[in-house]
T-cell receptor, first 112, second 112 residues
Framework: IAGITQAPTSQILAAGRRMTLRCTQD?????MYWYRQDLGLGLRLIHY???????GKGEVPDGYSVSRANTDDFPLTLASAVPSQTSVYFC???????????FGQGTRLTVV | GQQLNQSPQSMFIQEGEDVSMNCTSS?????WLWYKQDPGEGPVLLIA?????ELTSNGRLTAQFGITRKDSFLNISASIPSDVGIYFC????????????FGQGTRLTINP
């Protein structure tokens, strides 16, 4: 059972470049989430999707976009990366609203 | 900004001691989740709480959903070295779209 798979595991990216972080789950969960984790700030919600075809903004959405074309995939795109987007990014999913969420292993992104 | 206030931010204890941490908010939550994160890993779910007043145990861990729906605590009894890590509370906010938000985390260090 794979659960949630994130790719890449880590990436060094030049500022100004476009980057898509991939997230795939095989649990047929309806809801998916993207977080960034910075030292001392815990996990902050970037974007979320309660069901395929819908997305919403979290606490820190600026500079990021998402799409939810199907149930399994929830890619996060940085249109033009900046150094402040250096962080560890976690994708999560839950079966439906208000149920426990499960996390991927994270993507460590460094923007230089 | 953060809608969950988690405390303490860090704890240094002796092996065998009990641990208590809590989360509070000005918002009402209809689900509380407690996670543990080890270095380089994604958060792993420990306990899920769904009803106000609910008290749930998972081995040496006990968590409660506050009656006001604005707080929760996690207790760890008889701590052991593998309890070291960062513990996060998380909750689904009731109003508006369903967003899963996190506390800032409690870093637990255990002296053998």
């Amino acid at each position: 059972i794979a659960g949630i798979t994130q790719a890449p595991t880590s990436q060094i990216l030049a500022a100004g470049r476009r980057m898509t972080l991939r997230c795939t789950q095989d649990m047929r969960h309806n809801a998916m989430y993207w977080y960034r984790q910075d030292l001392g700030l815990g996990l902050r919600l970037i974007h979320y999707s309660n069901t395929a075809g819908t997305t919403g903004k979290g606490e820190v959405p600026d500079g990021y976009s998402v799409s939810r074309a199907n149930t399994d995939d929830f890619p996060l795109t940085l249109a033009s990366a900046v150094p402040s987007q250096t962080s560890v990014y976690f994708c999560a999913s839950s079966a439906q609203m208000n149920t426990e969420a499960f996390f991927g292993q994270g993507t460590r992104l460094t923007v230089v | 900004g953060q809608q969950l206030n988690q405390s303490p931010q860090s704890m240094f204890i002796q092996e065998g001691e009990d641990v208590s941490m809590n989360c509070t908010s000005s918002s009402i939550f209809n689900t509380w989740l407690w996670y543990k994160q080890d270095p380089g890993e994604g958060p792993v779910l420990l306990i899920a709480l769904y009803k106000a007043g609910e008290l749930t145990s998972n081995g040496r861990l006990t968590a409660q959903f506050g009656i006001t729906r604005k707080d929760s605590f996690l207790n760890i009894s008889a701590s052991i070295p593998s309890d070291v890590g960062i513990y996060f509370c998380a909750g689904f906010i009731i109003q508006g779209a369903q967003k899963l938000v996190f506390g800032q985390g409690t870093r637990l260090t255990i002296n053998p």
